[in-house]
C-alpha cells in the first residue's frame, strides 16, 4: 500500500523549468512502478511519463521527449518529474501514480495522489 502527495508547481513563463516531486508513505514503495499523467479541465487525463521500480526503464509521451525526464529515489521514497522547456499546452494538474509490476502508460495505475497545478504562461 501507498499514499501518494504531488508538490512543486506553480506559474512559469514559457521556456522555464520547473520539478515535480510526488513523495511517497509506505514501507513497500520500491516495489511500486510510478506514473505521472495530466489532466486539462475537461479533457481526459494523459500519460506523460512512467518509470520502473529500480529506475531501470523509463517511458514517455511523445509531446514530452527530450523535455521532461522522470527519476527515483528509492530512499527517500520521492519520484520526481523535471519539466524543461514548458511550453503553455503543458498547462495542467499533474499527478502521479503508482502500481504494482511493470510500468503503464494507460490509465490503470490503483493508487493516486491529489494532483499539482502547474500553468505556463505565454
Known amino acids: 500500500q501507498v499514499q501518494l502527495v504531488e508538490s512543486g508547481g506553480g506559474l512559469v513563463q514559457a521556456g522555464a523549468s520547473l520539478r515535480l516531486s510526488c513523495a511517497a508513505s509506505g514501507r513497500t514503495f520500491s516495489s511500486y512502478a510510478m506514473g505521472w499523467f495530466r489532466q486539462i479541465p475537461g479533457k481526459e487525463r494523459e500519460f506523460v511519463a512512467a518509470?520502473?521500480?529500480?529506475?531501470?526503464?523509463?517511458y514517455y509521451a511523445d509531446s514530452v521527449k527530450g523535455r521532461f525526464t522522470i527519476s527515483r529515489d528509492n530512499a527517500k521514497n520521492t519520484v520526481y518529474l523535471q519539466m524543461n522547456s514548458l511550453k503553455p499546452e503543458d498547462t495542467a494538474v499533474y499527478y502521479c501514480?503508482?502500481?504494482?509490476?511493470?510500468?503503464?502508460?494507460?490509465?490503470?495505475?490503483?493508487?493516486w495522489g491529489q494532483g499539482t497545478q502547474v500553468t505556463v504562461s505565454s
Open positions: 501514480a503508482a502500481r504494482w509490476g511493470v510500468p503503464a502508460t494507460a490509465d490503470s495505475y490503483p493508487f
Open positions: 518509470i520502473s521500480w529500480s529506475g531501470g526503464s523509463t
